[in-house]
C-alpha cells in the first residue's frame, strides 16, 4: 500500500488483485469504517459482494453515523459529523455511491447542496441569557499563547505523547477565544490529548480562519444515518452482501507463530445462539476496535439518561484481542477512565413557532427555510455545562410534521449544576435539559417551564467513552491498521493507527477502512494522501495572520532597520506572500516609516 496525491492515478480503475477470487472478507461492527472498507474491497479490489459478510451487534448499519425516531421517546441523534472539502478518502469513498435524492452520487447531491446553501454562522458565541458575546471574529491570543501554539506546531510527535493539553499551553491560551471556539467545535478537554490537539493543528491549517463563523464546514442534507448510512446500505445490499444483525462477536483467535500472526476463528453469540467461522490465509476478518458510542444510554422527557459503567462489549472484545500479542494496542488507555471521556447530548424537537422564534433571533434565519440555520453549533460562554446547541438544515429527519424543528444540544461539563436548573447535566430529564437551553437562549424566565413541559420533546443520550480516542497515548497504544506479520486480518476506526490523519473524523473511519482493504487485497492504487496545506507557505502565512488577529508581525531591533529590512524583501516573492497576508506592511507604508526614523535620527 502507498499514497498518492493529483488526479493521475485516482480516476484510473486499478488491476484486478491477483487471487481476489479465493478470498472472502468478514467485518466485525456495521459503522462508517466497515461499510466503507466493504465498498473498496467491491470496487476497487473486484471482490464480489457476495463474499462479505457484516457482523454487527446491533440490529441496524451506521454505528456513530446515526439517526433514529424512537417510538415515544421522539428523534435521536447522539451527535453530527463536521465535514469539509479536503476530506479525499470520504469523498472517493460518495462518489460511487448513487444519491437517494438526486440523479448523481452522494457526493454530486452534497457538492450541489453546500454550494448553493453555503455554510457559516452569523452568532457563533452567546452570553448573558442569548446575548451575541460580540467576539468579534478574534482569537485573542496573547504573545505567550501565541508562542506556545509556535512551539507545539514544531514539536516532534515523541515530544507530545502522553502530555495533556494544559501541560503545553497555558492560562492566556486556555481563557482565550481560541481555545472556546475549538474546544466546542471539536470537544477538547484540557486533560486530552496534547499530541492530538497538534495532530489537529497540523491537518485544519486551512481552515484556521473558518474557525470563528464555522464557514470551513459542510453538512449534509438530513441526518447522517439518511443522508449518508443509508444509500451506501442499500448499494452494498445490491452487490450481495451479508449483514448478520443481533450477532455479538465475542473473541477472535489467532496462531502467532514467530513473526506471522494469522486469524484463525470468529467466535460470536447470534440471537442468543453461540457460533463462529473457522478462517484460513484467505479468509480476512478486518475488526472495528472500541467504540465512542459504547453503552450509550437515552433517557427521555421525563427520566435523566443514566451513566452504563458496566461491561462493554466493544471495548471487552478489544480487550481479549490485546491480550494475545503486545502490537494488538492498550485499550485501557481510552476507556480505563469514564470521568474523562463522558459526555451528554440531548435531541429536542421543539413544536410550534414559540421556541423556534428564540432561535431565529440568535442565528438571525428562519428555521423553517429549509436552509442553513445556525451554521453549526452556538456556545453559551458562561454556561456551567458549557452548552453548546445546533439546528441544521430543516426537516433533519424526513419523517418531521412541518411545525417541528430538531435541535441538537450538548454540554462538555455533565457533573456541574446547571444555572437554571440547579443540577449536574448528567441528573437532568430531556425536559430539565430544555429549561436549561432555553435560559441560554434568552427566553423569558417565567416563560420557560411552561414551553419546556408542552413546545418540546427531548431526549437525553449519556455516552461513556464519546471522547475516549482523545486520551493522552504514546506509540503503540493504538494497533496499526494491518500489524507487522499479519496475515488475514486488519484492525479498523479511531482506535486503529494511521499516521496520516486526525481521529473523531469520517475521514479517519473511511481512511483505516481504505488501508485496510488495500493492503489485505493487494490492491496497486494510491490511498489518497491527507491535503498538505500543513506544508503550503501560503496557508501558514494565512493562518499566522489570522491567529494575530491580523496584527503585523513585529521585527526585533530597531524599527527604522526594521522597514528597511521590509523594503527590501518587498520587491520578492518573499515579501509579496507576506504583505498579501497582511503579516508586513506595504511597501508605500514602509518607505514613509523609514524616512520617518530617518527623521528622528
Given at each position: ?7 493521475y ?11 481476489v ?35 454487527e ?117 486556555l ?92 467466535h ?124 441544521n ?11 417541528e ?14 444555572d ?8 437532568c ?72 490523519d ?24 494510491g ?10 507557505l ?54 514613509r ?9
Amino acid at each position: 500500500m502507498y499514497y498518492s496525491s493529483g488526479n493521475y492515478e485516482a480516476f484510473a480503475r486499478p488491476l484486478k488483485p491477483q487471487g481476489v477470487e479465493n478470498k472472502s472478507a468478514w467485518f466485525v461492527g456495521a459503522g462508517l469504517t466497515s461499510m466503507a472498507s466493504a465498498v473498496f474491497m467491491i470496487r476497487d479490489g473486484q471482490l464480489p459482494g457476495n463474499k462479505i459478510t457484516i457482523l454487527e451487534r446491533l440490529d441496524l448499519p451506521g454505528g456513530a453515523l446515526d439517526g433514529i425516531r424512537k417510538p415515544d421517546k421522539g428523534f435521536v441523534i447522539r451527535g453530527g459529523r463536521e465535514m469539509e472539502d479536503h476530506m479525499e478518502c470520504l469523498w472517493d469513498l460518495f462518489r460511487t455511491i448513487p444519491s437517494l435524492e438526486v440523479d448523481g452520487s452522494v457526493l454530486d447531491e452534497f457538492y450541489w447542496l453546500n454550494k448553493a446553501d453555503p455554510n457559516y454562522s452569523l452568532c457563533r458565541v452567546t452570553e448573558n441569557q442569548g446575548q451575541d458575546a460580540k467576539t468579534n471574529n478574534e482569537f485573542g491570543l496573547g504573545d505567550t499563547a501565541q508562542k506556545e501554539m509556535v512551539k507545539v506546531f514544531l514539536a516532534s510527535r515523541e515530544e507530545m505523547e502522553d502530555k495533556r493539553i494544559d501541560e503545553v499551553f497555558g492560562a492566556e491560551f486556555l481563557q482565550s477565544n481560541f481555545w472556546l471556539y475549538w474546544r466546542t467545535m471539536f470537544a477538547f478537554e484540557e486533560w486530552h490529548s496534547a499530541l492530538e490537539m497538534k495532530l489537529y493543528l497540523h491537518r485544519f491549517v486551512h481552515h484556521i480562519g473558518g474557525l470563528p463563523d464555522l464557514s470551513a464546514l459542510k453538512f449534509t442534507k438530513y441526518n447522517q444515518y439518511e443522508s449518508l448510512v443509508l444509500p451506501m446500505y442499500r448499494w452494498l445490499l445490491d452487490q450481495g452482501v451479508t449483514f448478520d444483525f443481533s450477532t455479538e462477536v465475542t473473541d477472535i483467535d489467532f496462531v502467532i507463530d514467530g513473526d506471522r500472526k494469522q486469524a484463525s476463528r470468529i467466535h460470536w453469540i447470534s440471537d442468543g445462539v453461540a457460533g463462529g467461522v473457522d478462517l484460513g490465509p484467505d479468509d480476512l476478518v478486518l475488526t472495528t476496535i472500541g467504540s465512542l458510542t459504547e453503552n450509550s444510554v437515552d433517557g427521555d422527557h421525563f427520566h435523566p439518561a443514566s451513566l452504563d459503567e458496566g461491561p462493554a462489549p466493544a471495548w471487552d472484545l478489544w480487550r481479549r484481542i490485546a491480550a494475545k500479542d503486545p502490537s494488538f494496542g492498550r485499550p485501557d488507555v481510552f476507556a480505563g477512565d469514564i470521568p474523562k471521556t463522558k459526555w451528554e447530548s440531548a435531541t429536542v424537537t421543539t413544536i410550534g413557532p414559540e421556541i423556534p422564534r428564540y432561535i431565529e433571533k440568535i442565528a438571525q434565519r428562519d428555521p423553517f427555510a429549509g436552509k442553513v440555520v445556525t451554521g453549526d453549533i452556538v456556545t453559551a460562554k458562561d454556561s456551567s455545562w458549557l452548552l453548546s446547541w445546533t439546528v441544521n438544515r430543516q426537516p433533519h429527519f424526513k419523517q418531521q410534521s412541518p411545525d417541528e424543528i430538531v435541535v441538537w444540544v450538548y454540554g462538555l461539563f455533565v457533573d456541574t449544576p446547571g444555572d437554571f436548573v440547579k443540577k449536574p447535566m448528567q441528573e437532568c430529564t430531556g425536559e430539565e435539559i430544555t429549561q436549561e437551553w432555553l435560559y441560554h437562549m434568552g427566553v423569558p424566565v417565567e416563560d420557560i417551564p411552561d414551553l419546556a413541559a408542552t413546545k418540546a420533546k427531548t431526549v437525553p443520550v449519556m455516552m461513556p467513552y464519546v471522547t475516549s480516542f482523545f486520551m493522552p497515548r504514546k506509540a503503540g497504544d493504538r494497533p496499526d491498521v494491518v500489524p507487522e506479520g499479519a496475515v488475514n486480518f486488519a484492525f479498523i476506526g479511531q482506535f486503529a493507527e494511521t499516521t496520516r490523519d486526525t481521529i473523531f473524523t469520517t475521514e479517519y473511519s473511511v481512511r483505516t477502512g481504505m488501508e485496510a482493504a488495500y493492503r489485505l487485497l493487494g490492491v496497486d492504487r494510491g490511498v489518497p494522501e491527507v491535503f498538505n496545506s500543513t506544508y503550503d507557505l501560503r496557508f501558514l502565512l494565512k493562518a499566522t495572520s489570522r491567529l494575530r488577529d491580523g496584527e503585523e508581525v513585529e521585527l526585533p531591533g530597531p524599527k527604522f532597520i526594521g522597514n528597511r529590512i521590509i523594503s527590501k524583501l518587498d520587491h520578492t516573492q518573499i515579501g509579496k506572500l507576506l504583505t498579501d497576508f497582511g503579516l508586513v506592511p506595504e511597501v508605500g507604508d514602509t518607505v514613509r516609516r523609514d524616512r520617518a526614523d530617518d527623521a528622528i535620527s
